[in-house]
């Protein structure tokens, strides 16, 4: 056994919720053409949300309304909001915010922040001072399951290299490097008939393989990966089931 996991992440309440990015004087609906609001939670760092302006606050708002899930994980990537001062906040009727985090934000790195526990409140936010000209890549709050990775086989990190060599008629080789490297991880699961259908959510919430999780690898890194390949299941008896995962970075 170990004493190593993987938590994967795969349900953004901003999904189903009401998001809404708002400014203390620019009111609602914030959101340069071509870079929408949508954009915080489609899972992508590439395709970010932006808005040329300045203002005293922002606020980064999920309303879940009746549907109240759990969370604990806030996590930002692709923003620029180095030298602001950030406050995530949670509540059930806005009329008083509990302050989960609150930080000076000192560079441009990706955020996390999570609370000690759970939460099931209605109402999310994520709240920036001093931002200029503010940009997102994505947004995610949630929380996510975690999985003891098996120490044999050994989990196994390796690269996508992004590069495709060739060959000339002249025997000389180049290459064509198509983006920078990317994370892959292969891990070694063994769960009961109860964690496997946990899996099995988890599946389906990135639409049967469609699109990324958010994952946070056995050194406690996050990235958004996909399921390079659908987990292969081993049947070891009828309580216990292995499980191949392997997931690479997008």
């Known amino acids: 056994?170990?004493?190593?996991?993987?938590?994967?992440?795969?349900?953004?309440?901003?999904?189903?919720?009401?998001?809404?990015?708002?400014?203390?004087?620019?009111?609602?609906?914030?959101?340069?053409?071509?870079?929408?609001?949508?954009?915080?939670?489609?899972?992508?760092?590439?395709?970010?949300?932006?808005?040329?302006?300045?203002?005293?606050?922002?606020?980064?708002?999920?309303?879940?309304?009746?549907?109240?899930?759990?969370?604990?994980?806030?996590?930002?990537?692709?923003?620029?909001?180095?030298?602001?001062?950030?406050?995530?906040?949670?509540?059930?009727?806005t009329a008083s915010w509990t302050v989960g985090e609150a930080w000076t934000q000192t560079d441009s790195t990706d955020i996390l922040k999570t609370l000690g526990s759970t939460q099931s409140k209605r109402y999310w936010r994520l709240t920036v001072s001093g931002a200029v000209n503010p940009q997102v890549g994505e947004l995610f709050m949630g929380d996510g399951t975690s999985f003891e990775i098996q120490v044999s086989p050994d989990p196994t990190h390796t690269w996508d290299s992004s590069v495709i060599w060739t060959q000339s008629v002249g025997g000389q080789n180049y290459s064509v490097k198509l983006a920078t490297k990317k994370r892959r991880i292969e891990y070694a699961l063994r769960v009961n008939d109860a964690v496997l259908a946990t899996l099995d959510t988890i599946i389906a919430n990135s639409n049967d393989f469609a699109r990324p999780l958010l994952v946070k690898d056995l050194h406690g890194d996050y990235f958004l990966m996909r399921f390079e390949r659908a987990p292969i299941y081993r049947h070891l008896n009828p309580d216990l089931t292995g499980v191949d995962l392997n997931l690479v970075e997008v």
């Open 1 to 93: 056994m170990s004493d190593s996991t993987v938590e994967l992440f795969s349900y953004n309440i901003l999904e189903d919720g009401t998001a809404t990015i708002s400014g203390l004087n620019n009111g609602t609906g914030l959101e340069d053409v071509g870079y929408p609001e949508a954009r915080i939670y489609d899972w992508s760092n590439n395709l970010y949300w932006k808005y040329t302006s300045n203002s005293d606050w922002m606020y980064f708002t999920c309303d879940q309304s009746s549907s109240v899930s759990d969370v604990d994980t806030l996590w930002v990537s692709n923003h620029n909001f180095t030298d602001t001062y950030c406050s995530w906040e949670y509540t059930d009727d």
